[in-house]
């Protein structure tokens, strides 16, 4: 079970941090994911990260998002800086769990199970 929360309204330029409170993955093995989608647009990947602390990022956020973990909370964080009005989406934390420690997180939208509802994000310009 994923619960997304901390979406707003900002400013370009502006920071805003979401959080994903996570249930059902503590001691396990798994991939949590950021994904996006603008109005008309398919959904997208922000960024990934495993149970490992193994992380990956979209080539349109590197630099300015930086996704993260806190275990003992069950938490999941995207911090997300020098916002854009292209940033704009709504936003989701989706997970799934992998086979083994060595299985590789993959972006396929599909091969995650576990979604949040999505909280807003709007940059103006």
């Known amino acids: 079970h994923l619960v997304e929360s901390g979406g707003d309204s900002v400013q370009a330029g502006g920071s805003l941090r979401l959080s994903c409170a996570t249930s059902g993955y503590t001691g396990k093995t798994y991939c949590m994911g950021w994904f996006r989608q603008a109005p008309g647009k398919e959904r997208e990947l922000v960024g990934i990260i495993s149970s490992s602390e193994s992380i990956g990022y979209a080539d349109g956020v590197k630099g300015r998002f930086t996704i993260s973990q806190d275990t003992a909370k069950n938490t999941l964080y995207l911090q997300m800086n020098s916002l854009k009005p292209e940033d704009t989406a709504m936003y989701y934390c989706?997970?799934?769990?992998?086979?083994?420690?060595?299985?590789?997180?993959?972006?396929?939208?599909?091969?995650?199970?576990?979604w949040g509802q999505g909280t807003q994000v709007t940059v103006s310009s």
């Open positions: 989706a997970a799934y769990l992998r086979p083994n420690i060595w299985a590789t997180c993959v972006p396929q939208i599909n091969r995650y199970y576990d």
